[in-house]
């Protein structure tokens, strides 16, 4: 009775103890989103759940080990004790319980956060190998940007142009895929003004790990100027190398071609125009036209030597054909190489 005295002061003291010491270590970032709330608390719930299912096998198995060890001159064995109903009982029904308990209360919280929001905004985003992109159908607008008006619930359509991505900006704690040829949703209401970063949570090739762009939670006001600033954006880019060079940032080209000749995935784009490539198979071709056109449209049938066919291979139906001109347009605009 002593000993399970001793244990039972223990484990309390370094629970205790244990939950400061987790508590204070900052895990999370910021939280910015309404559906957070109730995310941290059952993250908050775990930890604790966490810190006492640890102390209880240390505890009692460091007790052991020094209180029960063998005294000095002490040769005879151990007392054998064969099964114990009773305490077979109460460890397989406890943590029965306790499961039971987590999975009800996270399946409560995954129904309170997926719920529909009345006056909820949609934004639909469109993921591909390596960028992101937003379109407002409300608005009528596009961006490479995710802005946000603050405490407006947003309801996000998720979609892939070719293999799974996953949409996660840590300060919504929230998280979905974004799954080719499939619209999956995600709700959230910001709930802090800021800027944050969305990144891919889903290894998803080469640069998975630059597939990141901008979140701006904004005020009315601010989403009001922003959409409107879009708008003339859009309006302006009416010539061929301005649309052109919107395509270059809405359609990912950006996240593997430069245009000021630093080295990436792919050519740089900088006085690619007119210049003599080595292909991979040993052969040379002047870049024109109708190399430009064949490069976005099949990619892998002729490789510039040092590159690797990794480029979507779907562009031919992403883009129509005044699409694919304008990005001719600017990519002979950025200069003619030798
Ligand atoms: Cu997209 Cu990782």
């Known amino acids: 009775m002593k000993h399970i005295a001793a244990v039972v002061v223990l484990i309390a003291l370094m629970t205790a103890l244990a939950i400061i010491?987790?508590?204070?270590?900052?895990?999370?970032p910021k939280l910015a989103s309404e559906e957070g709330i109730i995310v941290d608390q059952l993250f908050s719930l775990h930890v604790y759940l966490i810190a006492f299912l640890f102390t209880l096998i240390v505890v009692f198995m460091?007790?052991?080990?020094?209180?029960?060890?063998?005294?000095?001159?002490?040769?005879?064995?151990?007392r054998h004790v064969h099964g114990n109903t009773t305490l077979e009982i109460v460890w397989t029904v406890v943590p029965f319980v306790v499961v039971i308990f987590v999975?009800?209360?996270?399946?409560?919280?995954?129904?309170?956060?997926?719920?529909?929001n009345p006056g909820e905004m949609v934004v639909e985003v469109t993921a591909s190998q390596w960028s992101w992109r937003f379109d407002y159908?409300?608005?009528?607008?596009?961006?490479?940007?995710?802005?946000?008006?603050?405490?407006?619930?947003?309801l996000l359509q998720l979609t892939s142009t070719d293999v799974i991505h996953s949409f996660w900006v840590p300060e919504?704690?929230?998280?979905?895929?974004?799954?080719?040829?499939?619209?999956?949703?995600?709700?959230?209401?910001?709930?802090?003004l800021g800027a944050y970063k969305l990144r891919c949570a889903e290894m998803c090739g080469l640069?998975?790990?630059?597939?990141?762009?901008?979140?701006?939670?904004?005020?009315?006001?601010?989403?009001?100027?922003?959409v409107a600033q879009q708008a003339a954006?859009?309006?302006?880019?009416?010539?061929?190398?301005?649309l052109g060079a919107s395509l270059y940032e809405l359609q990912g080209c950006k996240a593997c071609h430069s245009v000021d000749g630093s080295a990436s995935v792919g050519p740089t784009w900088l006085g690619l125009y007119g210049k003599e490539e080595t292909l991979s198979d040993g052969s040379s071709v002047r870049v024109d036209e109708a190399y430009l056109r064949n490069s976005i449209v099949s990619p892998g049938s002729q490789i510039v030597s040092g590159f690797t066919d990794i480029m979507p291979k779907d562009f031919g139906e992403r883009l129509s054909d005044?699409?694919?001109?304008?990005?001719?347009?600017?990519?002979?605009?950025?200069?003619?190489?030798?």
Not at 62 to 78: I, P, T
Not at 103 to 116: E, H, W, Y
Not at 233 to 242: E, G, K, Y
């Open 62 to 78: 460091l007790y052991s080990v020094v209180v029960f060890r063998r005294k000095a001159g002490d040769s005879s064995d151990a």
């Open 21 to 28: 010491g987790l508590t204070r270590t900052d895990l999370m």
């Open 207 to 226: 640069s998975h790990a630059y597939m990141v762009a901008d979140v701006n939670v904004v005020d009315a006001a601010g989403f009001e100027t922003w």
């Open 322 to 338: 005044d699409q694919l001109g304008a990005l001719i347009a600017y990519i002979k605009s950025l200069g003619a190489g030798s």
């Open 233 to 242: 954006l859009a309006a302006a880019a009416a010539s061929p190398v301005d």
């Open 137 to 154: 159908p409300e608005q009528g607008i596009s961006s490479t940007e995710l802005v946000l008006p603050e405490g407006r619930p947003i």
């Open 103 to 116: 999975g009800v209360l996270g399946g409560r919280t995954l129904a309170q956060i997926t719920a529909p």
């Open 172 to 192: 919504f704690r929230v998280k979905q895929d974004a799954l080719p040829g499939r619209v999956t949703t995600l709700r959230l209401t910001p709930s802090e």
